[in-house]
């Protein structure tokens, strides 16, 4: 079964057509990181109007990468919550219109499911169940996959996702939009024991998420410095934050996965590409011996063969829309 996937949940316009939930035929993804850039993270009336002038070439040139015509596709899948809504909206109805055109059944998919979908295209064996930390620009949870449509969120973050604070603290060193990326590369070679920060915990809620907390921290350390009239390393405090954030995400999913009997876990969303938390989950699961799935790197980011893929699962599960089709800028994994 083929399926046409479009999103636009944020600031990449994206189609791709995938061949059952796990061969990716095409892949097309329009960025506007440079034009956001400029104002330091995404403006969402900007995002919105790019969403506008790309799409029908983004989907048009995911058809022909595939050679394929609108007929040839079995069903149309689409990210529909959580987002940006009027970023969603732009690929909510321009999927509604090809829909309707083509008569092809429409498909809504929840966008971090489909972030967890992006390591079935990269593993083939991968099925659920499993645990999943999901690590992305506004969201951080830790999940359990029952089923491919069926979740359970096991523990989340009280205040800032892992994206954000990494965003915020790059902000704050001074480094370019998109932060949690070039923070990544700035921060390779800086010593990651140079600056100290707190413990984030959740009194009661071992597996609750807290990073607020450390995201002033990186703040007050970058005014004190400079009220001292000292220079900020930004290599070593970039290597000393992302050690404090990827401590956090593995301390936390090393008790959820312990506590829960689990021996599998994957890692979903953009924060997913990060070098330390990559590096840091394969030693802990190396440690207990649990099998850890991956989403390839060019996966990990927002992009439509992840929606294809778990517009798959959401087809065979019975999912369908019609024209009433609404996007939502919140909604919950398991709803
Ligand atoms: O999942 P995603 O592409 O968008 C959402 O659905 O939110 O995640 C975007 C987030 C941003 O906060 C970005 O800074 C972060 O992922 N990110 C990274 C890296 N690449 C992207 N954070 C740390 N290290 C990276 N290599």
Redesign the pocket.
């Known amino acids: 079964m083929k399926i046409l996937a479009i999103e636009s949940?944020?600031d990449e316009t994206a189609a791709a057509v995938v061949e059952d939930g796990r061969r990716v035929i095409s892949n097309v993804i329009a960025s506007q990181v440079q034009e956001h850039k400029i104002y330091g993270g995404v403006v969402p009336e900007i995002a919105s109007r790019r969403h506008a002038e790309a799409i029908s070439s983004v989907v048009s040139k995911a058809l022909s990468d595939a050679d394929m015509t609108l007929e040839e596709v079995d069903a149309i899948a689409v990210t529909y919550a959580p987002?940006l809504i009027g970023a969603l909206l732009v690929g909510v109805n321009y999927a509604k219109g090809l829909s309707y055109a083509s008569g092809k059944p429409l498909v809504p998919v929840h966008?971090l499911r489909s972030?967890i979908a992006a390591s079935y295209i990269t593993h083939s064996d991968l099925k659920p169940p499993f645990f999943c930390l999901v690590v992305?620009?506004?969201?951080t949870m830790m999940v359990k996959v029952k089923d491919y449509t069926d979740f359970e969120i096991i523990g989340r973050t009280r205040d800032d996702?892992a994206?954000?604070a990494?965003?915020k603290a790059a902000r704050a060193m001074g480094i370019p939009y998109?932060?949690?990326?070039n923070?990544?590369r700035i921060a390779k070679d800086g010593k990651d024991d140079s600056y100290k920060f707190p413990v984030p915990k959740v009194e009661g809620c071992p597996y609750d998420f807290s990073f607020s907390g450390l995201k002033t921290s990186v703040i007050n350390t970058i005014h004190n410095t400079k009220q001292k009239g000292e220079e900020v390393n930004v290599q070593d405090l970039g290597a000393s934050f992302m050690r404090a954030v990827t401590g956090c995400l593995c301390r936390n999913t090393e008790k959820a996965m312990l506590d829960n009997d689990q021996t599998t876990l994957v890692l979903a969303?953009?924060?997913s590409?990060?070098?330390v938390?990559r590096r840091e989950v394969e030693v802990l699961c190396k440690k207990h011996g649990w099998k850890l799935y991956l989403p390839e790197l060019s996966l990990?980011?927002?992009n439509a063969a992840m929606v294809g893929s778990q517009g798959y699962y959401e087809y065979l599960a019975g999912s369908r829309a019609g024209l009433e089709l609404n996007a939502f800028a919140g909604m919950e994994i398991d709803k």
């Open positions: 949940s944020c987002g966008h972030h992305s620009g506004g969201n996702a994206g954000e990494l965003d998109p932060g949690g990326l923070l990544d969303g953009g924060v590409a990060n070098s938390l990990c980011g927002d």
